[in-house]
């Protein structure tokens, strides 16, 4: 096979930091190139080089034989290549049709939007990934935004394919869709640059795998003469334990107690009488599939939205009523799932970060009047314990990897010292290593006798760290079962909304 | 009594000759905030219209040629100030504060040195009325909209055309999504800042068109400061008309309308005209509020974008 993309010593720098260290990468026509990586290693980055966004500050691309000199995407996309971003690159007040042609658009003038529409509808078919082109983006969850994104790239008949976490936001179903796409590609003989933290997913699809680790292309190895194990060991640079081992516990006393709660958003009631309890000491996992209410619940319990009948009671007291503000300093700690729209303040830095919910309060102000020195000191001992790199207290939140986003998010909630901690989906789009630390912390809490409501629609994830798992479906708890017993089929079953049989 | 007023056609074709030198800087405004530069200086690139209409109308004895000075000085301000805040960045109100005062200093200075302190000449050639030939027979609405000024007709157009060009073509979708996310296009393959430096150039040529009306349509001379806030009105007209060509003109259609029935009832003295000039400001403030809907500005307006960040 001839190469198609080749990458020789590419080097990039950001203030502070070498993101890209000599890198070099070989992509050959008709593979599938997995690049793995912890968090902050640097594909982005590099990819991003492929694309045009960023330009290398030494090393050379070439793309058959021929050196590439992009100064913009543009160039990129003249040169056939396709990039799905990590972070959407949507625009929400537009149609997804006009988000799909963009840059790109039909004819001379006038926007065909009947036929571009038209267009979308045939293309969303061709691939499996159904959607209506007259919708508005920013009106999508965000499972389908993650189709637009793909479906911009083939629209624009990409010769060659970077997909940059591509699965991160979707549903099983649709990466397995995905990943049948990704095959009938390699079929065409389309080469394919696939970022991804999931090994099993790497496993499955990729024919090669590059491992990047502190900005340095460690090693590229065949994925067929490989194991996730030594994957992840390559990766992190240590051995990585891929089980968790959770010592057997007694719950206490219920900490946070449902009852009843129906939510509404709009017209439509996403919770539909919801009751259970989260104990001390107890992790409760909360599983089900996208958009069955279980993040309308989360948003219940931490006073986001309000509840339509029910009660919300919380260490004895009924908060059903209370502010945000009030729950939170009641001792409710929460992770929410988007960390970029609710986590984070992007443009502060990780000392203002640090304090997003304490900077009112001592020792982090007094009559008004914030002390910085209190906050610093907060923040050096945050990025410290919970290994934020790059290690600089002062950087803007939004240059930091998506897994180093998370851990200031993480950082910031338990250090608060919860008797509660809602985590929605706390490791999304993270490398093991970070997953493993967060797994480690939250069982951490567990150990220290705090409640931990966790939301994922990570299967493995709730039943690797779950005392209890309550499954949700159509905004019903189909059933509370006890995390030791319950089975990956049980568990499927119940979230497609199929009852069990009651076992004697 | 205030029916027999709504009823007579010069209120209604003095409503429209008020609303054109709102219209077309709001429009002018509307196109730069599309493309997510945020636009006060109309106010100044209105002046520098005004005047360089009236400089080039005495020079070449023509009023169409006087036309197309005022917008050509127009666009010439409009691309510095693209240049500073597009490609250097810097901040847009600011920038556009200092337009605004700049242009109206410039502007008077240049009275005095080229015209002297006599003001411009009484012989300055007038832009036309026109007498639409079918429609100016017919009551009532002949009188309203057959024999009005030509750049009000221009103006009719240009909200058409404007409305068609953002809403209808490629290109104004590029533009619209240029001032929604920048990134987003920039990834898309648009140039973001070619796209920013069309907003504010096509915003500034209409801005200064509607100065050029004020100077050779209404009255046929210059003098200073004779804009009179109006850009800033215009400013809030175009928010008013939630950044549409379509609802600008309506909101400038309301202002216009407070502004001709003051005109109107100042003869009669039954009330006070400083309650009707106060009403579209009050009405205004009220829409802000969210009696129309809540405005959604283009969710990038206002922030400088650096690509290869
Ligand atoms: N625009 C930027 N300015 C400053 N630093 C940056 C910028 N973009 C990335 N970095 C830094 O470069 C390093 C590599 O980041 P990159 O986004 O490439 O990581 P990644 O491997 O894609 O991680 P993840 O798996 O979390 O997406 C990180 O330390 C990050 O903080
Ligand atoms: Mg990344």
């Given at each position: 096979?001839?190469?198609?993309l080749e990458i020789k010593n590419l080097t990039k720098r950001?203030?502070?930091v070498l993101a890209n260290d000599r890198v070099n990468l070989e992509l050959r026509?008709?593979e599938i190139h997995a690049i793995l990586g912890e968090n902050g290693a640097g594909k982005s980055t590099l990819v991003k080089m492929i ?5 290398p500050?030494s090393g050379s691309i ?102 940059d976490e ?27 640059v696939f970022i991804s933290h999931k090994l099993?997913e790497v496993k499955?699809?990729s024919d090669r795998v590059t491992v990047m680790r502190a900005g340095k292309t460690v090693a590229t190895v065949e994925t067929a003469k490989t194991t996730p194990q030594e994957l992840a060991n390559l990766m992190v640079g240590r051995e990585v334990v891929l ?144 290994d934020?790199r790059p ?10 990897s998506?897994g180093n ?25 993270l490398d093991v290593g970070a997953i493993q ?68 | ?309």
């Open positions: 096979m001839s190469v198609c950001f203030p502070g026509d008709g694309y045009g966004l960023y330009q500050d070439s793309l058959h034989g021929q050196e590439l000199h992009f100064s913009s995407p543009r160039q990129a996309i003249q040169a056939g290549i396709g990039m799905v971003h990590q972070h959407f690159m949507l625009i929400p007040a537009l149609t997804v049709a006009e988000n799909i042609v963009l840059g790109s658009e039909p004819g001379n003038i006038h926007y065909r939007r009947k036929e571009n529409e038209e267009v979308i509808r045939q293309l969303s078919k061709q691939y499996h990934l159904e959607i209506d082109p007259s919708a508005k983006v920013g009106d999508l969850t965000v499972g389908l935004q993650q189709r637009v994104e793909i479906l911009k790239v083939f629209y624009r008949k990409a010769k060659v394919l970077i997909l591509p699965t991160a936001l979707l549903t099983p179903q649709e990466v397995e869709q995905l990943i049948q796409v990704m095959e009938r590609l390699r079929e065409q003989g389309i080469p394919i099993d499955r699809v089980q968790v081992s959770k010592p057997p516990q007694t719950a206490g006393k219920p900490v946070l107690e449902v009852q009843d709660l129906v939510v509404a958003q709009g017209h439509a009631e996403k919770v539909r009488g919801v009751s259970f309890e989260v104990r001390q000491g107890e992790i409760f996992g909360l599983a089900g599939i996208d958009g069955n209410g279980q993040f309308e619940l989360v948003d219940a319990i931490t006073g986001l939205l309000p509840a339509k009948s029910g009660k919300v009671v919380f260490r004895g007291n009924d908060i059903t009523k209370a502010n945000v503000h009030k729950r939170t300093t009641a001792g409710i700690s929460y992770i929410p799932q988007d960390r970029h729209a609710d986590g984070l303040v992007l443009d502060f830095e990780l000392t203002e970060n640090f304090v997003l919910r304490d900077f009112a309060r001592a020792p982090f102000a007094q009559f008004g009047q914030m002390h910085r020195q209190a906050i610093e000191a907060h923040a050096e001992r945050l990025s410290e314990s919970f934020v290690h600089r207290i002062h950087a803007i939140a939004r240059n930091l998506g986003q998370q851990k200031v998010i993480l950082a910031r909630e338990v250090s608060r010292e919860p008797e509660l901690l809602i985590a929605a989906q706390p490791t999304r789009g630390f967060i797994h480690d912390k939250l069982l951490e809490l567990r150990a220290n006798g705090k409640a931990v409501l966790l939301v994922s629609l990570e299967l493995d994830e709730i039943m690797s760290l779950s005392d209890r798992i309550g499954v949700i479906h159509d905004g019903r708890l189909m059933a509370v079962l006890p995390g030791g017993q319950a089975t990956r089929e049980q568990l499927g079953l119940l979230m497609t909304g199929v009852k069990l049989e009651k076992e004697g | 009594m205030f029916w027999h007023i709504l009823a007579q056609p010069e209120l209604w074709a003095a409503t429209l000759a008020m609303a054109t030198p709102l219209a077309l800087p709001a429009l002018g405004g509307t196109f730069s905030e599309r493309s997510g530069v945020v636009n006060i200086a109309m106010e100044g690139i209105m002046l520098i219209g005004a005047f360089f209409g009236v400089y080039a109308a005495c020079l070449t004895h023509s009023a169409w040629l006087g036309m197309l000075g005022g917008i050509i000085m127009g666009a010439v301000m409009s691309l510095i100030f693209a240049w500073v805040t597009v490609s250097i960045g810097a901040d847009q109100v600011v920038v556009g504060m200092g337009v605004n005062i700049f242009a109206a200093g410039l502007t008077t200075f240049l009275l005095n040195m080229i015209f002297g302190y006599g003001g411009t000449p009484t012989s300055t050639p007038h832009l036309p009325n026109i007498h639409i030939p079918g429609l100016s027979q017919v009551p009532f609405i002949g009188p309203v909209l057959g024999q009005q000024n030509v750049v009000v007709y221009i103006m009719l157009l240009a909200v058409i055309a404007s409305h068609y060009f953002l809403f209808h073509t490629n290109l104004g979708l590029r533009l619209r999504a240029v001032g929604e996310n920048p990134q987003a296009a920039d990834t898309a393959g648009i140039n973001v800042w070619n796209m920013r430096y069309l907003g504010v150039i096509i915003g500034g040529m209409l801005s200064s068109l509607g100065g050029v009306y004020l100077s050779l349509g209404l009255l046929n001379s210059f003098e200073p400061n004779m804009s009179s806030g109006r850009g800033y009105i215009a400013l809030a007209a175009m928010i008013f008309g939630k950044w549409t060509p379509f609802g600008s003109l309506g909101a400038a259609l309301l202002f216009g309308f407070s502004t001709a029935l003051s005109m109107y009832l100042q003869g009669t003295g039954n009330i006070s005209t400083n309650i009707i000039q106060m009403l579209p400001y009050a009405l205004t403030i009220l829409a802000l509020v969210g009696l129309v809907g809540r405005s959604t500005e283009p969710a990038a307006d206002g922030i400088p974008y650096e690509p290869n960040k």
